[in-house]
Antibody, heavy 122, light 107 residues
């Protein structure tokens, strides 16, 4: 059974940093593209970042709103995905979901974690 | 960025109703569209990918159609557990974007 479990969320002041983690199990982690998607309170879904698989050299994409501030990474030996978030603003307040891209065409997210809440506030 | 516009944004329906939600893309996205269901406090669940392919384990009352710029999600006979918010999402080019959501409530 595929499981994705996020951790690392919390309250942080504007300008601060936070590192989110996602522990994956139930599939061959290194074979899959992995993404972060966020949802501000009461709002819709926003894609944040993607890291591709070994076959695609672990290349990375970012949303314009986080590029230069957030860094996505993975540790295949630990089946873990990370999101380093720096220079946080109140606009980054959201539930952050780790999501696995489907292996059909990598264009949809077939499994999601339960989410971790990041609150940026003074 | 490609914009996805869902309509309606809210709909009220009864158990057993046929429900159709539309997603329009600001430019052609071939068939690179997915649909998700989200209930309050819970992560989204993939229903449909590649515009019309049913995700494993999803009931057959859900179906998707369309290509290019216009897509639909249809629930053939609404069940109590289907009351939720539905999102469309594309990944034709980066960044992938989501529609604004359609909230389906009980009439």
């Amino acid at each position: 059974e595929v499981q994705l479990v996020e951790s690392g969320g919390g309250l942080v002041q504007p300008g601060g940093s936070l590192r989110l983690s996602c522990a994956a199990s139930g599939f061959t982690f290194s074979d899959h593209y992995m993404d972060w998607v966020r949802q501000a309170p009461g709002k819709g879904l926003e894609w944040v970042a993607r890291i591709r698989n070994r076959a695609n050299s672990y290349t990375i994409e970012y949303a314009a709103s986080v590029k230069g501030r957030f860094t996505i990474s993975r540790d295949n030996s630990q089946n873990s995905l990370f999101l380093q978030m720096n220079s946080l603003t109140t606009e980054d307040t959201a539930v952050y979901y780790c999501a696995k891209a489907n292996g059909y065409d990598w264009r949809a997210f077939d499994y999601w974690g339960q989410g971790t809440l990041v609150t940026v506030s003074s | 960025d490609i914009q996805l516009t869902q309509s309606p944004s809210f709909l009220s329906a009864s158990v057993g109703d046929r429900v159709t939600i539309t997603c329009r893309a600001s430019q052609g996205i071939s068939s690179y569209l997915a649909w998700y269901q989200q209930k309050p406090g819970i992560a989204p669940k993939l229903l449909i990918y590649a515009a019309s392919t049913l995700q494993s384990g999803v009931p057959s009352r859900f179906s998707g159609s369309g290509s290019g710029t216009e897509f639909t999600l249809t629930i053939s006979s609404l069940q109590p557990e289907d009351f939720a918010t539905y999102y469309c999402q594309h990944l034709n080019t980066y960044p992938p974007t989501f529609g604004g959501g359609t909230k389906v409530e009980i009439k």
